[in-house]
């Protein structure tokens, strides 16, 4: 099926059970990361007619899987986009999904008087970057699901990946997985995919086929195209006159190229400003667009009430699994993970764990531990830290320059990240390698800080293994993550040194004190009074 932007009728495509979205021609791994797993709950679950009288919020789990080439460098396929900006982009869908279900709209042409309130919410449980160039979605979707799906059973997985028939999008019940060939805000006709996908997977079929619900009206047209006073019903697309549906609203007063623009009966007229014979498109009237969720309209703001207690039929009885909460406020969820070219890419001096997937936090804490035979040793600690997790970016020699957190090159780290709002707290914690590339290699030793707890001046003492100028000292608060130069330009000499700091201008907190040469990097902890 072929939709074409401007176009007064749209067709259709459905197979089996599963069920194609809107079919689109654009003019109209990595699997390390620690996986959580959910326990399921009993059937049923919930009270369905509790729930929706009372709109209490069902949490929805779902991850979100995207594909870069098979040498893990390169941006998102189907999105042109950084592997970074891939985060920011994928917490905007879903809030934007959630906004469709927190604001739902009168269903067009149906009895009900006042939109009904939809108590579904999505919560992002995380973001996988996988290396498989040329990643096929749609009828492909479960095999996607068996070879990176994850927690299958208590999370919905969404696959961003192309097809070669053209359709944007495909919800599979059974196997709670979706995909899309388009996933981001500003394709506008990508928009809606993601909750319609998720109605799939949820059990609804299209609003315009025999749903079950008799409050999904099937929103049609007769449009006499070719002026000539008679109906005429074909078998051929650009012939056919009855039974049309809107993609969109066509505007008046609009010039060919302009977005609402139309002249699907080619008569060099916009089909909204025709004259007679002809007459004016019915899509220039906005009451004959579609704009259930499961229709094929550009529109999706609408849920019924009927398919609202399906999805929830659903979730209490086969999918139970899926739901993180019921009720009160959104639950946090923390997730670590890292780009796969800082992965794969052995020669990077500056890498980041990537922390922006976490959602609904209001505070979160990080902690990084080196492993040494199997012991866990601890090297950073954020403190409870306030607002959206943010990026842990390190360097591991000193061919990066700055004041950046060290890690020590070809090494084992677990971090362990906490995010918690005022309902709830969740805890991720992820493996991770620094790279073994020669970043100017450095060795780390411990120093001692005398007195400590600190008021003014301090005493440095450690042991060099070689002589070095232009030394720099740094404090970092672990809890805001601050850094402050507390000297620099300073010399050391090969085996014992003693510095006297006679002034700390720093605010009350706990500090890591780091004293930077080009070979070696002498740090510990210590508390300013």
Request: glycine share 6%.
């Amino acid at each position: 099926m072929r939709l074409i932007f401007g176009m007064c009728c749209l067709l259709f495509l459905t197979k089996q059970s599963e069920v194609f979205a809107q079919n689109q021609d654009y003019l109209c791994g990595w699997k390390d990361e620690l996986q959580q797993v959910s326990n399921v709950n009993s059937s049923p679950c919930f009270d369905v007619e509790d729930v929706f009288k009372n709109c209490k919020t069902v949490y929805v789990r779902i991850n979100l899987h995207f594909f870069v080439g098979d040498d893990c460098n390169g941006s998102i396929q189907q999105l042109g986009k950084s592997q970074r900006e891939v985060f920011k982009i994928s917490e905007e869908m879903i809030d934007f999904a959630n906004n469709t279900f927190a604001n739902n709209e009168v269903q067009r042409k149906s009895p009900d008087a006042v939109a009904p309130c939809v108590p579904i919410r999505l919560v992002l449980k995380g973001i996988y970057l996988h290396c498989k160039s040329d990643v096929v979605g749609i009828t492909n979707t479960p095999t996607l699901n068996l070879e990176y799906g994850v927690n299958t059973t208590a999370e919905i997985n969404f696959y961003i990946a192309k097809t070669e028939i053209g359709a944007t999008g495909i919800g599979f019940h059974e196997q709670r997985c979706g995909s899309a060939t388009a996933f981001n805000k500003d394709t506008w006709w990508s928009i809606g995919n993601l909750v319609h996908e998720v109605g799939h997977i949820l059990t609804l079929n299209h609003s315009f086929e025999f749903d079950g619900c008799n409050d999904t009206p099937k929103i049609t047209y007769d449009w006499d195209k070719n002026c000539n006073g008679i109906l005429e019903n074909s078998n051929d697309r650009e012939m056919d006159e009855t039974n049309l549906t809107c993609w969109n609203k066509l505007e008046s007063n609009r010039k060919p190229g302009e977005e609402g623009y139309s002249d699907i009966n080619l008569n060099n007229v916009n089909d909204c400003d025709e004259q007679f014979p002809c007459s004016v498109c019915p899509c220039c009237n906005i009451e004959n667009v579609d704009n259930n969720i499961m229709s094929y309209s550009a529109i999706k703001s609408a849920i019924t009430s009927c398919q609202i207690k399906k999805m929830l039929n659903d979730l209490s009885g086969y999918n139970c699994g899926l739901i993180e909460k019921i009720g009160d406020c959104p639950p946090a969820s923390a997730f670590i993970t890292q780009t796969p070219e800082d992965k794969i890419d052995q020669t990077r001096c500056r890498e980041c764990l990537i922390l922006e997937a976490s959602v609904n936090e209001e505070q979160y804490e990080l902690k990084l531990f080196e492993r040494i035979n199997g012991q866990e040793i601890l090297v950073y600690n954020s403190g409870w830290k306030t607002g959206k997790a943010s990026n842990f970016c390190y360097r591991t020699g000193a061919a990066f320059k700055g004041m950046f957190n060290y890690l020590k090159p070809n090494t084992e780290y677990v971090a362990y990240l906490k995010a918690k709002n005022s309902c709830s707290e969740d805890q991720y914690k992820y493996l991770f390698f620094t790279n073994s590339g020669d970043c100017g290699a450095v060795s780390y030793e411990s120093l001692s800080i005398s007195p400590n707890p600190v008021l003014n001046g301090i005493i440095v003492e450690f042991t060099a293994n070689q002589v070095e100028s232009n030394v720099q000292v740094f404090a970092k608060n672990m809890i805001s993550g601050s850094l402050y130069m507390i000297s620099q330009n300073q010399t050391i000499v090969e085996g014992a040194n003693r510095l006297y700091i006679s002034e700390v201008d720093l605010p009350q907190g706990t500090y890591t004190l780091m004293i930077e040469g080009e070979h070696s990097i002498y740090q510990n902890n210590f508390v300013k009074m």
